[in-house]
């Protein structure tokens, strides 16, 4: 497989070349990763965007977010033909600062799962190892840049869909705070807990894109050794045993650089998050899905939620869907689920209240089989595929929070392995920050 690029890297290619020679090595290595399922559209042709600091660098997008170039099928087949005819937020600000938009990237279907297995456009293979999934949902945006094609792709995240990929194709992948980067023009599951974000090879590349997209700067950190808290129960629990070892020997790495780790708990947050994270979901995605539609400027306005899952192909999101249609999450029950996430939004203000971000295994296992949709093995038992990946990202992304998930090594097999960092709300700038910093650390 080929290897991350870093912005750094394309800006010295753009240096020694031209534009349009990058932006064609880029075409021409997006039409030839048909053998990993990276991208649902490439563009034929592509002329160099505006001057600006992206300014010749050929960029991705996940297939869920609208771009006005290309249609946005949100990996299913009833939106296949559906040209929105417009930008989302992050894509207009990646635009603006030069950036070529040279394709969309495959996904799981309608972003309601985390391996990437997309039975109705065919499924997204893990660079290290095709015959594994490399996560999801995001999976096409992460494989687009793990195997350089691109040095940034855009994706979203629901509940771990960008640092899930991230983690299982060693790269970095940020989780903004809800509504930091805008939450319309992109096909939807849930206004509450769904976010765009980006993937790269490094922090700074990251930082420069969250910049560029909310006008903000990173901020400064404090004039004292970052302090990051350790949640060991429910986060350190039943991990493969190469995941558990790879993050041991990075918190040792980093506690030997100066960074002062802090045993910590995030009260009851895997059972709160039980109790309330599925019923939201599954409650606005039968309002949020259609009213998604009906701004859209093609015959796909007229769509209902009960036409798109009538279409839908991947079993396990059709699953899904026909239980969001079966009216079982009534409106009790969401007002419920809304209260108890205030309940899992105290617990990790408790959890932050003396330290800087939270720090954590990113999921639990490596990345499993292609095909393992319903069970995997962790340490040689059967496992729920979904909420067992989900595990250490959904609670916080239930809570509206942003977190991001570095490189922490890999296992004997090659397989990355990802290590997290989690702030509070609004934290974005900080959390960048002491990423940048980690990074520089376990380097």
Known sequence: MSTPTSLDQVRRRLAGSSPEAVLAEALAAARGSHDLGVFLAVAEDVTPGADGPLAGVPVAVKDNLDTHDFPTTGGTPALRASRPG????????????????????????????????????????????????????????????????????LGTDTGGSLRVPAAHCGIVGFRPTVGRWGDDRAVPISHTRDTAGVLASTVADVALVDGLVTGTAVATLPGRAPRLGVPRAGFFDDLHPEVASVVGRALDKLADAGVELVETT?????????????????????????????????????????????????????????????????????????????????????????????????????????????????????????????????????????????????????????????????????????AAEVERRLA
Do not use: Q, W
């Not at 059967?382 to 990202?393: D, H, M, S, W």
């Open 266 to 434: 995030v009260p009851d947050a895997h059972e709160l998050d039980a109790a309330c994270g599925f019923p939201i979901v599954f409650h606005e995605i039968v309002r949020d899905l259609p009213a998604y539609l009906a701004t859209l400027p093609g015959p796909e306005r007229e769509l209902t939620f009960a036409d798109v899952l009538a279409r839908i192909a991947s079993p396990d999101v059709r699953g899904a869907c026909e239980f969001a249609a079966s009216g079982s999450v009534t409106d009790e029950v969401y007002r419920e689920a809304l209260a108890t996430r205030d309940r899992l939004r105290a617990a990790y203000a408790t959890a932050l209240r003396d330290v800087d971000a939270l720090v954590y295994p990113t999921v639990p296992l490596p990345a499993p089989p292609l095909g393992d949709d319903e069970t995997t093995e962790l340490d040689g038992r059967a496992v729920p595929t979904f909420v067992t990946t989900i595990r250490n990202t959904a609670p916080g992304s239930t809570a509206g929070m942003p977190a991001i998930s570095l490189p922490a090594g890999t296992t004997g097999a090659g397989l990355p392995v990802g290590l997290s960092l989690e702030a509070g709300p609004d934290g974005d700038a900080l959390l960048l920050a002491l």
């Open 86 to 153: 417009r930008d989302h937020h992050a894509v207009e600000r990646l635009r603006a600062a030069g950036a070529t938009v040279i394709g969309k990237t495959n996904l799981h279907e309608l972003a309601l799962g985390i391996t990437s297995n997309n039975a109705a456009f065919g499924p997204v293979r893990n660079p290290h190892d095709p015959s594994r999934s490399p996560g999801g949902s995001s999976g096409g945006s992460a494989v687009a840049v793990a195997t350089g094609i691109v040095p940034i792709a």
